[in-house]
C-alpha cells in the first residue's frame, strides 16, 4: 500500500507539471500507468526534472531509458546525478523528428572542442574514427566512447578498400577495431568505407565480421570549401529551408576547425526546428530494426 502511495504522489507530480490539473491524476489513476520497468528508446534529449520537487536537474537525458512509471506525454525515468541515482521526470515530445550526426576520419586536435559542444548541447553523435588517429589521440577516443557516443570502423589507414583483396580489407577492418577495443574497452558495432567507395569484396568482408555498411543522406562536403557558410549550404536552402529531413544522417569531418565551427552552428539550427539527434544504431533502430551485416544503409 506504501509502494502505491509513492506511486500515486509521482503521478500527480507529473499530471500537476504537465497539465496542473490535480483532478485528472485522481480520475485517470488506475489507468494511467503504464510500462512498470519497461525498457524502450526514447528519440529525444530532455529536459529534466526532479521528480520529489519538480527541480530541473543539470542531467542529459540518456535515449535508452527505463520507464517507472508514465502519465500523458511525461514520463519517470531514474537518472545517474552525481554519485547516486534518482527519480527524473521528462516530457515525451510529439512527432519527434530524428537525425544523425556523424564524424569521419577522426579524432584530431578538433575533436575535443567538438565534444565539448556536444556535450554543453547533450547531443550525441557517431564517430567513425581510423585506428591510427585512435592510437595518436587515444584520450580522445576515450571520452567519445565514456561521453556517450557511438565509435565506429573507419579503417586504419583511410584506404580505397574497393582497390583491395578481401584479406586485406579484413584487415584493416580487424587492426582498427582491435586499436579501438584496446584504446577505449568497447568494439565498433558498425563500419563506414573511406570515401564511401564499397564492393561486393568490401561487403561480404563486412558480413562476415558483423559490420552493417553505413553510408550517408546529406554530405555536407566540408572537407571541400572549409568555410562555415558554405558547409550550411548543404543544410539550408538559399530560401531558408531546410535540406535536411527525418531520419537523415549527416556525414561530416572532424579533423577540420571550419567543421567544428560548422557543427555548433548546424546543431542549434537543428535543435532550434525540433530534431532530436541520435546515434547511427539508434537511427537505423528506427528505421529498420535490427540492421544486416554487410547491408548497406544511407
Known amino acids: 500500500m506504501k509502494l502505491k502511495n509513492i506511486v500515486f504522489t509521482i503521478l500527480l507530480l507529473l499530471t500537476i507539471l504537465s497539465t496542473n490539473n490535480v483532478h485528472a491524476a485522481l480520475n485517470h489513476y488506475e489507468s494511467s500507468v503504464q510500462s512498470i520497468q519497461t525498457q524502450i528508446y526514447i528519440p529525444i534529449v530532455a529536459t529534466l526534472f526532479d521528480a520529489i520537487n519538480g527541480n530541473p536537474v543539470n542531467a542529459i537525458a540518456p535515449q535508452y531509458v527505463t520507464i517507472l512509471q508514465q502519465y500523458d506525454n511525461w514520463i519517470l525515468i531514474p537518472t545517474w546525478i552525481g554519485e547516486k541515482w534518482i527519480n527524473t521526470a521528462a516530457r515525451l515530445p510529439h512527432n519527434a523528428q530524428i537525425i544523425a550526426l556523424t564524424f569521419d576520419d577522426g579524432p584530431s586536435r578538433h575533436t575535443d572542442r567538438l565534444l565539448d559542444a556536444l556535450y554543453e548541447r547533450g547531443v550525441p553523435a557517431t564517430f567513425f574514427v581510423l585506428g591510427s588517429r585512435v592510437e595518436r589521440y587515444p584520450d580522445t577516443a576515450r571520452r567519445i566512447v565514456a561521453e556517450g557516443h557511438e565509435i565506429g570502423n573507419h ?144
Do not use: K
Open 155 to 298: 579503417t586504419f589507414g583511410h584506404p580505397f578498400l574497393t582497390r583491395l583483396c578481401a584479406d586485406s580489407i579484413y584487415n584493416e577492418l580487424i587492426w582498427t577495431s582491435n586499436t579501438i577495443y584496446h584504446t577505449t574497452g568497447v568494439r565498433p558495432s558498425l563500419m563506414r568505407p573511406p570515401y564511401g567507395a564499397h564492393n561486393q569484396t568490401v561487403r561480404n568482408v563486412a558480413a562476415e565480421l558483423g559490420y552493417p555498411v553505413i553510408m550517408w543522406s546529406v554530405d555536407t562536403r566540408d572537407w571541400e570549401r572549409r568555410n562555415v557558410n558554405a558547409i550550411m549550404s548543404h543544410i539550408v536552402r538559399p530560401n531558408g529551408t531546410l535540406r535536411v529531413r527525418h531520419g537523415h544522417n549527416i556525414l561530416m569531418h572532424d579533423i577540420h576547425s571550419t567543421t567544428v565551427d560548422a557543427a555548433i552552428v548546424m546543431v542549434d539550427l537543428l535543435l532550434s526546428h525540433g530534431f532530436t539527434f541520435v546515434t547511427v544504431s539508434e537511427l537505423l533502430e528506427h528505421r529498420v530494426g535490427e540492421p544486416i551485416a554487410g547491408q548497406v544503409y544511407n
